[in-house]
Protein backbone atom coordinates (compact mmCIF):
# COMPACT_ATOMS: atom_id res chain seq x y z
CA UNK A 1 0.00 0.00 0.00
CA UNK A 2 2.58 2.19 1.07
CA UNK A 3 3.97 2.31 -3.20
CA UNK A 4 1.16 3.57 -3.89
CA UNK A 5 1.06 6.98 -2.09
CA UNK A 6 3.45 9.28 -3.06
CA UNK A 7 4.02 10.58 0.54
CA UNK A 8 5.00 8.23 3.79
CA UNK A 9 3.64 9.36 7.08
CA UNK A 10 6.27 10.91 8.63
CA UNK A 11 8.85 11.66 5.99
CA UNK A 12 8.77 15.54 4.68
CA UNK A 13 10.41 14.21 1.03
CA UNK A 14 7.71 12.80 -0.94
CA UNK A 15 7.91 8.28 -1.98
CA UNK A 16 8.53 9.78 -5.36
CA UNK A 17 12.58 10.63 -6.84
CA UNK A 18 13.55 12.06 -10.19
CA UNK A 19 12.03 14.00 -12.68
CA UNK A 20 8.52 12.22 -12.71
CA UNK A 21 7.96 13.98 -9.29
CA UNK A 22 8.57 17.83 -10.74
CA UNK A 23 6.25 16.73 -13.80
CA UNK A 24 3.57 15.31 -11.61
CA UNK A 25 0.95 18.35 -10.74
CA UNK A 26 -1.24 15.73 -8.50
CA UNK A 27 2.14 15.32 -6.31
CA UNK A 28 3.14 19.20 -6.47
CA UNK A 29 -0.55 20.41 -5.24
CA UNK A 30 -0.35 17.92 -2.44
CA UNK A 31 3.22 18.83 -1.02
CA UNK A 32 2.42 23.04 -1.07
CA UNK A 33 -0.77 21.63 0.46
CA UNK A 34 0.84 20.16 3.07
CA UNK A 35 3.38 22.88 3.50
CA UNK A 36 0.69 25.47 3.90
CA UNK A 37 -1.03 23.43 6.45
CA UNK A 38 2.37 22.82 8.63
CA UNK A 39 2.86 26.13 8.44
CA UNK A 40 -0.35 27.12 9.94
CA UNK A 41 -1.08 24.43 12.13
CA UNK A 42 3.12 25.21 13.65
CA UNK A 43 1.25 27.68 16.16
CA UNK A 44 -1.13 25.33 18.08
CA UNK A 45 1.93 24.32 20.55
CA UNK A 46 2.43 28.11 21.66
CA UNK A 47 -0.14 29.06 24.62
CA UNK A 48 -3.21 30.53 23.32
CA UNK A 49 -3.10 34.09 24.39
CA UNK A 50 0.15 34.42 22.33
CA UNK A 51 -1.53 33.11 19.30
CA UNK A 52 -4.60 35.44 19.57
CA UNK A 53 -4.08 37.41 22.69
CA UNK A 54 -5.26 41.09 21.37
CA UNK A 55 -4.50 41.37 18.33
CA UNK A 56 -0.88 40.79 18.46
CA UNK A 57 1.39 38.23 16.01
CA UNK A 58 2.08 35.03 17.58
CA UNK A 59 5.42 35.21 19.47
CA UNK A 60 4.31 38.15 21.52
CA UNK A 61 5.43 38.88 25.13
CA UNK A 62 3.39 36.45 28.04
CA UNK A 63 1.44 38.14 30.50
CA UNK A 64 -0.21 37.60 33.96
CA UNK A 65 -2.78 39.05 35.05
CA UNK A 66 -3.77 38.93 38.70
CA UNK A 67 -7.04 40.49 40.59
CA UNK A 68 -7.52 41.06 44.28
CA UNK A 69 -10.87 42.86 45.85
CA UNK A 70 -8.38 45.94 45.70
CA UNK A 71 -6.26 46.43 42.63
CA UNK A 72 -5.19 44.62 39.13
CA UNK A 73 -1.50 43.84 38.66
CA UNK A 74 -0.71 42.94 35.01
CA UNK A 75 2.63 41.17 34.95
CA UNK A 76 4.29 41.17 31.33
CA UNK A 77 7.60 39.41 30.22
CA UNK A 78 9.95 41.63 27.87
CA UNK A 79 12.93 40.31 27.74
CA UNK A 80 15.71 42.36 25.82
CA UNK A 81 13.39 45.58 26.18
CA UNK A 82 13.91 48.96 27.58
CA UNK A 83 11.85 50.86 29.67
CA UNK A 84 11.57 53.36 26.76
CA UNK A 85 10.75 50.29 24.49
CA UNK A 86 7.27 50.36 25.99
CA UNK A 87 4.45 52.48 26.13
CA UNK A 88 1.42 51.94 28.34
CA UNK A 89 -1.79 53.74 28.09
CA UNK A 90 -4.92 53.17 30.02
CA UNK A 91 -8.53 54.82 29.18
CA UNK A 92 -11.89 53.53 29.28
CA UNK A 93 -10.78 50.42 31.57
CA UNK A 94 -8.45 49.12 28.92
CA UNK A 95 -4.85 49.04 30.06
CA UNK A 96 -2.84 48.76 26.75
CA UNK A 97 0.89 47.96 26.35
CA UNK A 98 2.52 48.18 23.20
CA UNK A 99 6.40 48.43 21.90
CA UNK A 100 8.36 47.16 19.36
CA UNK A 101 11.75 44.63 19.66
CA UNK A 102 14.40 45.49 17.03
CA UNK A 103 15.36 42.44 15.14
CA UNK A 104 18.88 41.89 14.81
CA UNK A 105 19.98 40.80 10.99
CA UNK A 106 22.41 38.45 10.78
CA UNK A 107 23.25 36.59 7.54
CA UNK A 108 23.09 32.87 7.26
CA UNK A 109 20.49 32.69 10.12
CA UNK A 110 18.83 29.44 9.70
CA UNK A 111 16.28 29.36 12.35
CA UNK A 112 14.91 31.83 14.84
CA UNK A 113 12.03 31.32 17.59
CA UNK A 114 12.58 34.73 19.43
CA UNK A 115 10.05 37.05 18.33
CA UNK A 116 11.09 40.87 16.93
CA UNK A 117 8.90 43.40 16.09
CA UNK A 118 5.66 45.77 17.31
CA UNK A 119 3.37 44.23 19.38
CA UNK A 120 0.47 45.34 21.40
CA UNK A 121 -1.71 43.89 24.02
CA UNK A 122 -5.02 45.30 25.50
CA UNK A 123 -6.38 43.80 28.72
CA UNK A 124 -10.13 44.86 29.88
CA UNK A 125 -9.83 45.80 33.40
CA UNK A 126 -13.14 47.02 34.36
CA UNK A 127 -13.28 49.65 37.52
CA UNK A 128 -9.63 50.22 37.33
CA UNK A 129 -8.91 53.70 38.94
CA UNK A 130 -6.59 54.85 36.34
CA UNK A 131 -5.59 58.22 37.72
CA UNK A 132 -3.67 55.95 41.08
CA UNK A 133 -1.87 53.34 38.25
CA UNK A 134 1.48 52.80 38.46
CA UNK A 135 4.24 50.20 36.50
CA UNK A 136 8.06 49.38 37.27
CA UNK A 137 10.54 47.65 35.06
CA UNK A 138 13.03 45.38 36.47
CA UNK A 139 14.88 42.52 34.38
CA UNK A 140 12.80 42.71 31.57
CA UNK A 141 9.76 42.21 33.71
CA UNK A 142 6.75 44.96 33.81
CA UNK A 143 4.67 44.89 36.34
CA UNK A 144 1.37 47.66 36.03
CA UNK A 145 -0.35 47.87 39.21
CA UNK A 146 -4.11 49.64 38.80
CA UNK A 147 -6.43 49.86 42.14
CA UNK A 148 -9.81 49.30 41.65
CA UNK A 149 -12.14 52.39 42.25
CA UNK A 150 -13.60 52.98 45.57
CA UNK A 151 -16.98 51.88 44.45
CA UNK A 152 -16.11 48.71 42.86
CA UNK A 153 -14.41 48.24 46.34
CA UNK A 154 -17.94 48.60 48.24
CA UNK A 155 -19.58 46.60 45.42
CA UNK A 156 -18.05 43.47 45.89
CA UNK A 157 -20.19 40.68 47.76
CA UNK A 158 -20.01 37.65 49.22
CA UNK A 159 -23.30 35.79 48.16
CA UNK A 160 -24.22 32.64 50.69
CA UNK A 161 -24.84 29.66 49.09
CA UNK A 162 -28.64 27.63 49.91
CA UNK A 163 -28.56 24.19 50.83
CA UNK A 164 -30.38 22.85 48.13
CA UNK A 165 -32.81 20.10 49.86
CA UNK A 166 -34.16 23.31 51.64
CA UNK A 167 -34.99 25.24 48.41
CA UNK A 168 -38.16 23.11 46.67
CA UNK A 169 -38.89 23.36 42.44
Not at 5 to 19: E, F, S
Not at 112 to 135: T, V
Request: net charge negative; aromatic share 6%.
Amino acid sequence: MRNLTPWGRNDRAPAMTGPEESANPIVTLHREMNRMFDSVLRGFDTPLGAVLGGGISSGGPSLDVDETDKEYRVTAELPGLAKDDVEITCQDGVLVIRGEKQGEKREGRAFSERWFGRFERQISLPDADEERANASFRDGLLTVTIPKTERAQQKARRIPINDASATTH
